[in-house]
């Protein structure tokens, strides 16, 4: 089986303009979380959907929204992009949204590079 | 919100050395997580812990999870050069997909 998915692996956009990242999760997984990482650091949480709706937004501003699709593959959109905005994305989908093993299984990342 | 610190930032170790990395809050935690991410790849989810005092093994990897739950460690046994990469804790929030990560322990193995 595939694992998680993610489109496109490298891009590179100009301060002010915008992206759409996409991800695809593990067949049978109704979760997709999204989060940021930055080199030398951990991975940022950004936003969790479930079933098409969100269940969590990390300390992002409003310009980072995202969103589900029936097929539970999810969209992160980042508007007006700042230099620090360049960083790797990641997308993890999980099986469950509470309960179990409390596995999530990240995709390879985009990784965004800002100019 | 519930940070986790990790230590030491850096490691490098002879391959067949031992390696411990150390996951520390402030405050209780309901659960620890670690994962593996090797240099340029995704992070790998390895364990979860939930339990006062709980270790657990993966070949020579061991998972210790704090009394009071408010640190946790990872032991390598004999490193091998395949261990080599980044190894980060996370406390998983009420979803299982809202984890909050510390800032990772680096290792490397010299052959």
């Known amino acids: 089986d595939a694992g998680v998915t993610q489109s496109p692996t490298h891009l590179i956009k100009t301060r002010g303009q915008h992206v759409t990242l996409r991800c695809s999760p593990i067949?049978?997984?109704?979760?997709v979380s999204w989060y940021q990482q930055v080199l030398g650091q951990g991975p940022q949480f950004i936003f969790q959907y479930y079933e098409k709706e969100e269940r969590g937004r990390g300390n992002f501003p409003d310009r980072f929204s995202a969103r589900q699709f029936p097929n539970y593959s999810s969209e992160l959109n980042v508007n007006a992009l700042l230099l620090g905005d360049s960083a790797l994305y990641l997308c993890?989908?999980?099986?469950?949204?509470?309960?179990?093993?409390?596995?999530?299984?990240f995709g390879p990342g985009t990784r965004l590079t800002v100019t | 919100g519930q940070q986790v610190m990790q230590i030491p930032q850096y490691q490098h170790v002879q391959e067949g050395e031992d390696f411990t990395t150390y996951c520390n809050s402030s405050t209780t935690l309901s659960n620890i997580q670690w994962y593996k991410q090797r240099p340029g790849g995704h992070p790998v989810f390895l364990i979860q812990?939930?339990?006062?005092?709980e270790v657990k093994k993966q070949k020579r990897l061991t998972f210790q999870f704090g009394e009071a739950k408010k640190n946790s460690s990872l032991h390598i046994t004999a490193t091998q050069t395949t261990d080599v990469g980044t190894y980060f804790c996370?406390?998983?929030?009420?979803?299982?997909?809202?984890?909050?990560f510390g800032d990772g322990t680096t290792l490397t193995v010299k052959p």
């Open positions: 996370a406390r998983r929030g009420t979803n299982a997909g809202k984890s909050t």
């Open positions: 993890a989908s999980s099986f469950r949204l509470a309960g179990g093993g409390g596995e999530q299984y």
């Open positions: 067949s049978g997984h109704k979760s």
């Open positions: 812990l939930v339990k006062s005092g």
